[in-house]
């Protein structure tokens, strides 16, 4: 499943709005003070099985605090209790193998043991299976289409980084040196990241936009097209159809096996809508 998205920022205002120095916030949660500078910095992400003990700490509710779409997998479970594999075997007495194997979906817990990893998360049974389930395939819940800039982002960094993906800082770094000049700073990458911020605000006003999409896009190795709106998207490729249409003659739309090839039937749709609209706006042929 996705992981929770780390804001070190929103760490930093929370931290701030109480009035904490970073060595109360490491003293609640069992670090260094340097590691709570990292994470604010950005340079380092809290691991996962810190991220509960964080928003505790705060009394902020951790599904607020650190969001995560879709439904929970066991390993899901056994982080927001806070613990590794190792924690979790020890305070369940139940062997690290047998976790790691239902984890990976690779064997199942059975009714025995369920109950024992149900009363260490502080979980109920019912909440074990049906993150079993997930684990395991059961359930397959349809992932939401990434629509907004940090929707996608997310996206990207949760399935080419499945581990620990590069900080805000690493990040930032990389695009302005593929841009050739400063375009952003870690904790504006953050706030785009994390949607608190739009581009437009984050630039400033600044014509740097399509630098950015170029150097990010090049970044996570996907084509600057994918960043656009759905709407830009299509507007593009009916203005490609039209140079095809003015080289052949006339304008048409070969439809059949569009959705094999991978363009869902709403895009379908809007791609017919706009060119049936181009049509009606264009001035007929010779000869029709």
């Given at each position: 499943m996705p992981a929770r998205q780390f804001n070190g920022e929103l760490l930093r205002q929370e931290r701030r709005a109480r009035e904490w120095h970073q060595a109360d916030v490491a003293r609640a949660v069992g670090v260094e003070r340097a590691m709570v500078a990292q994470w604010e910095a950005g340079t380092r992400f809290a691991s996962a099985e810190k991220l509960a003990t964080i928003a505790a700490a705060f009394s902020r509710p951790l599904d607020e605090m650190f969001p995560r779409k879709g439904p929970a997998d066991l390993k899901d479970l056994r982080t927001d209790a806070g613990f590794s594999q190792i924690d979790a075997a020890k305070i369940s007495g139940v062997p690290r193998g047998v976790l790691s194997g239902a984890e990976l979906g690779h064997k199942p817990l059975d009714a025995?043991?369920?109950?024992?990893?149900?009363?260490a998360?502080?979980?109920?049974?019912?909440?074990?299976?049906?993150?079993?389930?997930?684990?395991?395939?059961?359930?397959?819940?349809?992932?939401?289409?990434?629509?907004?800039l940090s929707e996608k982002v997310t996206y990207l960094l949760n399935h080419t980084y499945p581990g620990a993906p590069p900080s805000d800082r690493e990040f930032a770094d990389q695009i302005n040196a593929r841009a050739g000049r400063q375009l952003v700073t870690a904790q504006q990458f953050a706030a785009?990241?994390?949607?608190?911020?739009?581009?437009a605000q984050v630039l400033a006003g600044a014509p740097d936009e399509a630098a950015f999409y170029e150097?990010?896009?090049?970044?996570?190795?996907?084509?600057?097209?994918?960043?656009?709106s759905g709407e830009k998207v299509a507007q593009q490729v009916v203005e490609s159809i039209k140079l095809l249409a003015a080289a052949s003659g006339g304008l048409a739309l070969a439809a059949r096996g569009a959705e094999q090839a991978g363009l869902a039937p709403e895009m379908i749709a809007k791609l017919v809508a706009l060119i049936e609209a181009e049509r009606d706006s264009s001035p007929p042929a010779s000869g029709q």
């Open positions: 025995r043991v369920i109950t024992k990893v149900a009363e998360y502080n979980v109920t049974e019912q909440q074990v299976r049906a993150a079993q389930s997930v684990s395991f395939g059961d359930i397959a819940p349809t992932p939401a289409v990434p629509q907004t785009v990241r994390t949607g608190r911020q739009q581009l150097s990010l896009a090049e970044v996570l190795g996907v084509s600057p097209v994918y960043f656009q």
